[in-house]
């Protein structure tokens, strides 16, 4: 079954530290891959996507993703993290061809400390 | 552009009940999908709707059921409402030309 693992249930980063939020897929041909994130209360708002080409996709926000095939990974950064990301990261892959049928992981709470 | 809009944003509803969930996409989108998220959990697919007909389903029980309309906007029924069915449903719509998918705000489903 298509899956996606997002291995970090909860991270804490201090303001202006540098973040990395995980993400693997399960085997197979490439999924359309995307980031998304929640604040309490709140839908999901997409920060990246990654289709082809360029493996190191910008997004908004400040936020980045490297697409890595080898690992089968899709990891999150950011270099200088403000008090106003703290929310829920949630990794997504879309193995429809762009149909978006979207498998989500759990997700990654991220708390910001100052 | 008023986005994605659900109806309505908080709902209880008893155990056995039937309930209707409402969806308008975004200007331009023509397909509505279906996520149901449980708390603590990531939204999980339960189907989508694409020229008024179920185009594909997740791993959910025929008591939720949907329909879309001509003007695209789209309902999620739930029959013989369960406990374990309390969760935030969302609804994202999409286009073909743009495989990006815009979320709505969800509703929040309590059953008792």
């Known amino acids: 079954a298509q899956s996606v693992t997002q291995p970090d249930i909860h991270i804490t980063v201090s303001e202006g530290a540098s973040l990395e939020l995980r993400c693997n897929y399960s085997?197979?041909?490439?999924?359309?891959l995307f980031w998304y994130v929640q604040s309490p209360g709140q839908g999901l708002q997409l920060l990246l996507k990654?289709?082809?080409?360029?493996?190191l996709v910008q997004g908004i926000k400040g936020f980045e993703a490297e697409f890595k095939r080898s690992q089968s990974s899709f990891n999150l950064r950011k270099p200088s993290v403000h008090w106003s990301d703290a929310a829920e990261y949630f990794c997504?892959?879309?193995?429809?061809?762009?149909?978006?049928?979207?498998?989500f992981g759990i997700g990654t709470k991220l708390q910001v400390i100052p | 552009d008023a986005g994605v809009t659900q109806s309505p944003t908080h709902l209880i509803k008893t155990r056995g009940q039937q309930v209707t969930l409402r969806c308008s996409p975004k200007?331009?989108?023509?397909?509505v999908s279906w996520y149901q998220q449980a708390l603590g959990q990531g939204p999980q697919f339960i189907f989508q709707?694409?020229?008024?007909?179920?185009?594909q389903r997740g791993n959910f029980p025929d008591r939720f059921s949907g329909h879309q309309f001509p003007n695209y906007s789209s309902e999620l029924n739930v029959n013989a409402l369960l406990l374990g069915d309390s969760a935030l449903y969302l609804c994202?719509?999409?286009?073909?030309?743009?495989?990006?998918?815009?979320f709505g705000q969800g509703t929040r489903l309590t059953v008792v």
């Open positions: 994202a719509s999409s286009s073909p030309v743009n495989t990006e998918a815009f």
């Open positions: 085997y197979g041909a490439t999924p359309y």
């Open positions: 990654y289709f082809s080409g360029d493996t």
């Open positions: 997504a892959v879309d193995y429809s061809g762009g149909y978006q049928k979207v498998t």
């Open positions: 200007s331009g989108h023509d397909t």
């Open positions: 709707y694409y020229e008024e007909e179920e185009r």
